[in-house]
Structures are given as structure tokens and as C-alpha cells.
């Protein structure tokens, strides 16, 4: 087996708040948030559709995936499955509550973002039936006096999310203050004092049950029906986020664990009997964040803290589907321990409970900058799709003049092509479920240890089994769709592959990933033991984490939250951020050099001139400087991640490098191929021809959409695009071939030109 060069990748309890205090709705300035480029990957665009099925697989409006599902028809569970007339879907969502707001849900703004919805594929939309006290058109002004207002809006959402292929997740309360919320029914009930006596309270339970069962009758004024027979409904939310925490009834007044996890317990279960009794029709989960209660943990979303038991509360008979959420920032977790999060939930959901899994809110606080969020929500939706996640609804998308109030709104001009590639993976999962060609896993995601790789896929519809490689040799056929390959050589870095077989014998194209076995200079820390004495610097494993100490302790358990003794470095088979450190523990050779530092993940071209390239990379935390290389010959030295060449000849390729720089140790070099414009309008005569062909331009915009001399843009122009994206006579001319703008020839150009068509 070959060695490879490691590649290395980059309560005062929180909430994931959403204040809209002094916020305006609109900024007006779609110019804030213009395209900022983030690619798919062609491997990634392959193994999602493959050469052969480019044509009738590449579009994903909800026209594909609604296609399948007959739009009367209610969402229903099998197992751990969604299904629809009983073949399985998986929803690719988005949550906003703008359309459901007193002041802003205007029927102009639900037709818009139905709209961009529909464009960009998504097909499940999360948002609340709860406002209470507030002005306008909250749904409770008072107790047990409904806004009428407020439900026609709801009626309008309810009747067009029908019309664009659409689900819909409704909640019917909210545990935060942001519109009322518990708080508010607390303020209301004489009898209720606290937070928790919302939960044990019989006021405050009835006038639930009254909303609740208002709720469920109501007749649609524009469908004629109540909402219970509304297909377009796929299932209601108890709460969002309900916890019942250590201070839920006072100061000093804990209960205890048990008594409030059997509080919420008793609550979860009376009430979605409750909705059970007058609707048989649709699913009904909890909202909950999927917090654990575990004795071997000590952080507090894996304690006892919130009340939750992620496995314990979804076991309830009348709850049809397992709901968690994920927000590193709010929770103080790493962003890199996303992925664990996800796997963790989705295996428990159906591995231990049974059901369905799905994460009802998740996404990266804008302040981690741009690039790092469709970075970690990339990794997260390539984890979701190989834990066949049910549904993913990511908190939240909005139109482009929407204000960005609290960090987590999520633009198309800005993250589209992450969400474009999860909307192709679910619509293809769902597609296959109705008979569509045998198709390849859209993700593979690897975790390793020492000598070990745990591999999951997603899971493809039709097939007998999968065989799994380590560079290109089987090592193991099945049915399932994950697998541990042990007993592999340390430190080495591995293409993993997964290749589905139907049930005739045929085979996909292998989907692939890499992973890198851990060494014993990467992971050779003592597991961490309670009473052992550590010192600044030293670093243990624990929790399948490496951590570092931040000062002396013997006693302190590793955890996740800031000021404690020790601090998160990476998890286990996840390479690349290492926190810096000045301690001999982990700071050189064995001779006592300094360590090569890691090279960036990825280095790709941002604009291209006549003369000049702007040239960016990807991060590395250890750097001191980044040094820019042109054709092997040292160009520039920065400090940034980012960096303009000028002064070059027009029309000449390049190859451009970035090594990092640390404690003046240089990285191996990171290298991308970039062309510079040719002289004068931005290009020759003509582009070189292609199988003998020479494409055209026949619309006037100096971009040649006809490969095949036509005389128009066919299906056939596109697969010739797409087959020829890497090949030096398309991929050196952008001048003819850039349909997105970004200076570069990548698949995404193919998309842009097939839904052109």
C-alpha cells in the first residue's frame, strides 16, 4: 500500500436567541449580501448525478421531488423513514419565521420566498402558529381570544406551500420570550409562578390544549379545509426547544433530574395524545434540541441540566419523529464537533429509537466569517446525507433584503451552492425511492482513529448490497450502509470508496473520500484520569477528543465550556485546528525542531485580469505568514489569506502555490492552475474546438453555449460542457466558458448553462 501525504482539514445556559428588539425587517441593500463564491466540488457533483444522468438528474427545484408525491397525500412514517404513499423522502428544509411575523408575513413576501424556495429546491419549511401578547397580529392577543388576523396569514402559507411543493412543520409554542412564549402564558396564569409551571400548571396546560385544539379545527379560508386535513402539513411541533432546567421553579428549588425529565415526560405525552385524538393525519415530534442526560459526561448539553433525554423523550408512543437542533456558537462547542453532534443524534434516532431523525435548526454565526460557515455547513450536510438524516432545516433562509439581525440568516447569493448541493443528495435519495436509476451514494464520510476508519454513506434505494474499497482493493461487501475497517496502518492517508450493487448485479460509480489514519505524533496522548496532575500544556484524550490543559489540575474534567482548565484542540480523526500552544508536549520533532506546519485545505482563484490573478486560501491556525508561489517561484509573503498577482503576461497559464508559515518552517505546497484574460475584448477570434467542433455563442453575451453547432443551447451542449469542464481547451478559456462570473471554468458553469435552458 502506497504512503500518501497527509492532507490536513481545517439558566446561564445559552440559547439560540432570535431578539427582535429594534430590528427592522428590511435592509433594502440586496447589495450586502452579493455572491461570494463557494463551489461544489466536481467530485462531489459526479458522485451526486454521474456523467450519464448529467441531463435528468442536474435541475433541483421542488419540480423533482414533487414530481413523486402526490400533493394530497400526508407524510407519513415507516420505520426510520418519511415516506409519501409509502415511499421514503427525505426533506431537504429551511426554517423563517418572517413570513409568520405580526408586522412583516405579508402575502407578497410568502409568494417570494415560496418562490425562491421552490427554485432552490427546498421542500420543507419550519415556522411558528405561536405569538402571544404582542401587538398586530399575534396569534394569542389574550387568553383564549384568538387573532384572526394572525390565522389568515397561516391560511395563505398552509394553501401556497401546497402550490409550491412545500411541507410544512408547524410549532405551536416556544419556550424563549421572543413573541410571548412560555413566559408570557407564566405572566398570564395566576396559579403559575415560574417557567416550569408551565409544564405541571393545569391553567396554564388547558389554555395550551385550547390553542392547540383551535389550532387543529381551524377551517382554512382558502382551502375549505381544517387544518388537520391539510396535506401540505407534514407535522406539528410540541414546543420549540422545551426544556425544564435546574432553576425552572425558583432559585435553590431543583426537584431534582428525574422529576423534571418525568415532567416533561408527562407533559410530552399528555399533549401529543392530545393532538392524536383530533388528528390522525399528520406526525407530531417534540422541537426539543436533543440534549442527553449521561453520567459519563460532563458538559452541560450532555448533563442534567436541561431536563431533555434525547433518547428517553422521542421513545414516547405518540411522538413520530426525533428532533434536534445544533448551534456551536450559542452552546460553546467547536464548530469541528458539528459532525459528531449529527451522527450522534441521527444513529440514536434510529438505532435506539426507531424513528425518524431530523435537525430542525442548525447553522454558523456569521461572525466565523463567510468562508468558515459554508465550510462547516458543507461538513455538516455531507454528515447529514450519510447518516440518512430525515430532514435538515437550516435556521434560516430569507430573502435577499432581509436584515440580518441576529447573525443566523442565510442568503442565497451567499451559501446557494452548499444548499444546491443537499438539495440534489435528498431529491436524488427520493427520487431513487420511486424507481429511478441505480445511483451511486451521494456522500461518504470517514472518521478515523489510530488504526482504524469508521465509514458511513448515504443509503441508496434498489440495492443488494455495497462494496467498500481502500484504494480501489474491496475490503468488505454489505448491507448496511456503514462499516469499521480496522487493523490499518497508522498515519497514512486512505481513498475510501463505497459502490452500491443492484439487485441484478449492476454497479455504480464508486462515490470516494480520504481519510488519514492517526499517528502516534498526532495521537499519542494518555487518555485523561481523574486525580492525575496536569500542567499547562499537557494534552490528554477524552471523549474520543484531544484536549489541552490551561493551567494546573488534578481534579477538572475535560469539557467544552471556556474558563475551565482545559481547552479543545481537535476530535479524534478529524485533522487539521490545532489550538496553539507553547509547551514542549506537542511542539517539535523528536531532535527538537519545530514541526511542519499544515498547508491549506484548498487554494482556488477569485478574479482573473489580463494581468493579474486574484489568488485565496483556506486558514491555517498555526500560520504566521502564508507564502505565495508562481510557476515555483517565490511571488509574495502575506499575512492574509488572500493576495493579488499582477505585472503577468495575458492568455498564459500559471500555477499558483501557497505554502504556510510557521515558526519558520514552511508547509508543503498547496497548488491551484489559473489562466490569465488574452488581450483586447477579453479573448481571441474564436475558442479552440472541441471533438472537432467549434462552440459558438449564440445569444450575444461573448459566452459560447453551442457545442454541438446547433445553432442553439441543447441538453447535448451541456453534456459536452460537462465532459470536456476539466480539459485544457475549456477549462484555459473562462473568457468564453465563466457562466457564473467567478474568473474560473468549474461544474458550477455547467449548472449555470443547463438551467439557462
Request: net charge negative; with cysteine; glycine share 10%.
Amino acid at each position: 500500500m502506497t504512503r500518501r501525504r497527509p492532507r490536513a482539514r481545517e439558566s446561564n445556559v445559552p440559547s439560540a436567541g432570535r431578539s427582535e428588539d429594534g430590528v427592522s425587517g428590511e435592509s433594502g441593500d440586496e447589495g450586502n449580501h452579493r455572491a461570494e463564491g463557494y463551489d461544489p466540488t466536481r467530485r462531489r457533483f459526479l458522485r451526486g448525478i454521474g456523467a450519464s444522468a448529467l441531463v435528468g438528474t442536474i435541475g433541483i427545484g421542488s419540480t423533482q421531488v414533487a414530481a413523486q408525491t402526490d400533493p394530497e397525500s400526508f407524510v407519513e412514517t415507516d420505520g426510520t423513514q418519511f415516506v409519501v404513499d409509502g415511499e421514503p423522502i427525505y426533506f431537504h428544509g429551511a426554517n423563517n419565521f418572517w413570513i409568520t411575523d405580526a408586522y412583516r408575513g405579508t402575502e407578497d413576501r410568502i409568494d417570494a420566498l415560496f418562490e425562491q424556495f421552490e427554485e432552490m429546491g427546498i421542500n420543507f419549511l419550519r415556522t411558528f402558529v405561536t405569538c402571544e401578547g404582542g401587538d398586530g397580529d399575534c396569534y394569542i392577543l389574550e387568553p383564549y381570544e384568538h387573532s384572526e388576523g394572525a390565522f389568515e396569514t397561516l391560511d395563505y402559507i398552509v394553501a401556497r406551500a401546497a402550490d409550491h411543493g412545500i411541507r410544512l412543520t408547524l410549532i405551536l409554542a416556544d419556550n424563549w420570550d421572543h413573541n410571548g412564549g412560555i413566559p408570557q402564558y407564566v405572566e398570564w396564569i395566576d396559579s403559575a409562578d415560574h417557567h416550569g409551571d408551565f409544564y405541571v400548571d393545569e391553567n396554564a396546560r388547558e389554555l395550551y390544549r385550547w390553542h392547540v385544539e383551535e389550532v387543529l379545527t381551524r377551517e382554512n379560508t382558502i382551502t375549505g379545509r381544517e387544518y388537520r386535513e391539510e396535506p401540505s402539513i407534514a407535522m406539528w411541533e410540541l414546543c420549540n426547544e422545551p426544556r425544564l432546567e435546574g432553576d425552572a421553579f425558583g432559585e435553590g428549588e431543583d426537584p431534582g433530574y428525574e422529576e423534571r425529565a418525568s415532567i416533561l415526560e408527562d407533559w410530552i405525552e399528555e399533549m401529543s395524545g392530545f393532538i392524536k385524538e383530533f388528528d390522525a393525519n399528520h406526525l407530531v415530534s417534540t422541537g426539543m434540541e436533543g440534549f442527553y442526560t449521561r453520567e459519563d459526561r460532563t458538559e452541560w448539553f450532555y448533563n442534567e441540566w436541561t431536563g431533555q433525554d434525547f433518547v428517553r423523550h422521542h421513545s414516547i408512543d405518540t411522538i413520530d419523529a426525533c428532533s434536534f437542533h445544533m448551534y456551536p456558537y450559542h452552546w460553546n462547542f467547536p464548530l469541528e464537533y458539528g459532525a459528531t453532534w449529527v451522527r450522534e443524534h441521527v444513529e440514536d434516532a434510529h438505532e435506539e429509537v426507531g424513528k425518524p431523525g431530523y435537525c430542525g435548526e442548525f447553522n454558523v454565526n456569521r461572525e466565523s466569517g463567510l468562508e468558515a460557515r459554508n465550510r462547516y455547513l458543507e461538513e455538516w450536510y455531507e454528515t447529514l446525507d450519510a447518516t440518512d438524516a430525515d430532514a435538515a432545516m437550516i435556521w434560516q433562509i430569507v430573502l435577499a433584503e432581509t436584515h440580518d439581525h441576529d447573525g443566523f440568516q442565510v442568503y442565497r447569493s451567499e451559501t446557494g451552492d452548499v444548499l444546491a448541493e443537499y438539495a440534489q443528495a435528498t431529491s436524488a435519495k427520493s427520487v431513487a425511492g420511486s424507481g429511478a436509476e441505480l445511483a451511486a451514494p451521494t456522500s461518504v464520510v470517514a472518521t478515523t482513529t489510530g488504526s482504524s476508519i469508521a465509514v458511513d454513506w448515504s443509503r441508496v434505494s434498489g440495492v443488494a448490497e455495497y462494496i467498500v474499497s481502500l484504494d480501489g482493493a474491496v475490503e468488505r461487501t454489505t448491507s448496511e450502509t456503514s462499516v469499521v475497517l480496522e487493523g490499518l496502518e497508522a498515519d497514512l492517508e486512505y481513498e475510501v470508496g463505497v459502490t452500491a450493487v443492484g439487485t441484478s448485479g449492476e454497479e455504480t460509480a464508486t462515490a470516494t473520500t480520504t481519510a488519514t489514519t492517526e499517528g502516534p505524533e498526532t495521537v499519542g496522548y494518555p487518555e485523561w484520569e481523574y486525580g492525575t496532575v496536569y500542567e499547562e500544556g499537557d494534552r490528554v484524550v477524552w471523549n474520543e477528543i484531544v484536549w489541552e490543559a490551561q493551567w494546573y489540575t488534578d481534579d477538572e474534567e475535560p469539557r467544552f465550556e471556556n474558563g475551565y482548565a482545559w481547552e479543545f484542540v481537535r476530535v479524534i480523526g478529524v485533522a487539521g485546528i490545532d489550538s496553539d500552544s507553547d509547551s514542549d508536549s506537542d511542539s517539535g520533532s523528536e531532535d527538537g525542531d519545530p514541526d511542519e506546519p499544515t498547508a491549506p485545505a484548498d487554494v482556488w482563484i477569485d478574479a482573473v485580469g489580463e494581468s493579474t490573478l486574484e489568488v485565496g486560501w483556506e486558514t491555517v491556525v498555526e500560520a504566521d505568514s502564508y507564502r505565495v508561489y508562481l510557476d515555483g517561484e517565490l511571488e509574495a509573503e502575506t499575512t492574509e489569506t488572500e493576495t493579488s498577482i499582477t505585472g503577468l503576461a495575458s492568455g498564459t497559464s500559471y500555477e499558483v502555490g501557497v505554502r504556510a508559515v510557521a515558526n519558520g518552517e514552511e508547509s508543503t505546497l498547496e497548488t491551484t492552475d489559473a489562466s490569465t484574460e488574452t488581450d483586447g475584448d477579453g479573448g481571441s477570434a474564436e475558442p479552440p474546438a472541441i471533438d472537432g467542433t467549434q462552440p459558438v455563442d449564440t445569444t450575444g453575451d461573448g459566452l459560447s453555449n453551442d457545442f454541438t453547432g446547433s445553432g442553439s443551447t441543447t441538453t447535448t451542449d451541456v453534456t459536452v460542457f460537462f465532459e470536456h469542464v476539466d480539459d485544457p481547451v475549456v477549462a484555459e478559456y473562462p473568457q468564453y466558458y465563466d457562466f457564473t462570473g467567478n474568473g474560473q471554468v468549474t461544474v458550477t458553469d455547467v449548472v449555470e448553462l443547463f438551467e439557462s435552458l
